[in-house]
């Protein structure tokens, strides 16, 4: 985990210093709220026999905890970089992808709670 947040301060540098304050926290809380829905999601899994993950592309993945955590914590990686390409060429949007993502873990983690 450390490795992400390491990438997120290097692309952090690369950027204007306008706005890069959003663009760190908004990139550390994308990966936060992944790493949160991921944990909820095996926390609901292990406490509810009938559940099963709602996620089609991590369904198959979720018993093997690590690989999981690769993709999930691989998708918000993902959003961090399309948000710092948007940034970088001067996009009014490119908080969008991380808001996004922040949103979808957020939704998703709280109801995992509630199972």
């Known amino acids: ?25 908004l990139s550390v809380a994308t990966i936060g ?12 899994l292990d ?18 905890r690590r690989l999981a955590f690769t993709i999930v914590t691989g998708t918000a990686a993902t959003s961090v970089y399309l948000s710092h390409r948007l940034r970088t060429q001067g996009r009014k949007y490119w908080w969008l992808p991380l808001v996004t993502s922040i949103g979808l873990h ?3 983690g709280v109801y995992n709670q509630q199972k």
């Open 33 to 44: 709220t992944a790493i949160y829905d991921m944990e909820t999601t095996v926390a609901a």
């Open 47 to 64: 406490r509810c026999a009938g559940c099963r993950e709602g996620n089609p592309l991590i369904r198959n993945f979720v018993q093997d």
């Open 1 to 25: 985990m450390r490795f992400l947040f390491v990438v997120v301060l290097i692309l952090a540098g690369t950027e204007p210093a306008r706005g890069q304050k959003a663009f760190v926290v």
């Open 106 to 108: 957020i939704t998703a």
